[in-house]
């Protein structure tokens, strides 16, 4: 298996994370570069000038329905149920991601509203929508797979996720793997989440690592973001899945990102 290691840039400034990955996943919703819901001009040239100077490569994590209390608000976007400012958001992310000259987009699927199939068919053509956007800016999306913890989500299971990238339909959106909200949907079971990463086996363009214990807790459904080695989450299954690509930890801390490139590096 070969990989690329990269870190999320809510671990640590990216001078500091280009000391020990060779990829960067710019997290939209903390990298200030918005004032409410209005982008920040002089703060992009801010970010670019910063990654003038990295030698690393970058991906991007779009603005998402985030429920905890450190999300700005102005960025929220459920991809099922998007207002006219969620598209805005959405289109100027994929925009920012080509400027920056992002290899993938990461999007989270949207939230259950009412009818189950009818939110997942609004989050399709939604999604369509997207796909065709990020064709024309040559950007490609990576659907996230959340976590079975939270009853409100889409997309947490694999089945689910492969049948909205499907329906969907397009070259432009293929599927960011979370071994972490996997391991909470398949409840710590490391049998079933073999079989999860099997079947995601040649649709991946993008994974995330980070550990749980694979049960829910209060905090965050049980989605804690941990280094490798602080939950339950065996990640030799990581090698079924036969991904050439970025390998981004979603950790805190540059401790974190060092314990998780030694486990990425002894796979």
């Known amino acids: 298996m070969k990989?690329?290691?990269?870190a999320s840039s809510f671990a640590s400034p990216l001078p500091e994370l280009e000391k020990e990955v060779k990829s960067v996943e710019l997290y939209i919703p903390k990298l200030?570069?918005?004032?409410?819901?209005?982008?920040?001009?002089?703060?992009?040239?801010e970010l670019r000038d910063i990654l003038s100077t990295c030698d690393v490569t970058t991906t991007m994590h779009a603005p998402y329905y985030g429920d905890s209390l450190n999300?700005?608000?102005?960025?929220?976007?459920?991809?099922?149920?998007?207002?006219?400012i969620q598209w805005h958001l959405m289109e100027e992310s994929i925009g920012l991601a080509s400027e920056f000259g992002c290899?993938?987009?990461?999007?989270?699927p949207g939230k259950i509203s009412g009818d189950r199939e009818k939110s997942f068919r609004s989050?399709?053509?939604?999604?369509?929508?997207?796909?065709?956007?990020?064709?024309?800016?040559?950007?490609i999306l990576g659907l996230e797979n959340k976590e079975g913890t939270d009853p409100t989500n889409l997309c947490c299971t694999v089945d689910e996720h492969l049948r909205a990238i499907n329906?969907?339909?397009s070259p432009d959106l293929r599927a960011t793997f979370d071994i972490g909200h996997a391991n909470l949907t398949c409840k710590g079971d490391a049998y079933k989440l073999r079989d999860f990463v099997g079947k995601l086996n040649g649709h991946t363009v993008h994974v995330h690592v980070h550990d749980n214990n694979g049960v829910f807790a209060q905090s965050y459904f049980g989605d804690l973001h941990g280094a490798p080695g602080e939950g339950n989450i065996d990640f030799s299954v990581l090698q079924e899945l036969s991904?050439?690509?970025v390998y981004n930890l979603e950790v805190f801390s540059m401790d974190a990102v060092r314990k998780g490139k030694r486990m990425l590096e002894n796979l």
């Open 3 to 6: 990989m690329i290691i990269g």
């Open 32 to 45: 200030r570069l918005y004032d409410g819901s209005k982008l920040i001009k002089e703060r992009v040239d």
């Open 71 to 84: 999300y700005p608000k102005e960025l929220m976007v459920d991809t099922a149920h998007m207002d006219p």
């Open 103 to 108: 290899s993938v987009l990461v999007v989270h």
């Open 123 to 139: 989050m399709v053509r939604n999604l369509k929508k997207l796909s065709k956007k990020a064709n024309d800016c040559g950007v």
């Open 167 to 169: 329906d969907v339909g």
């Open 243 to 245: 991904f050439n690509g």
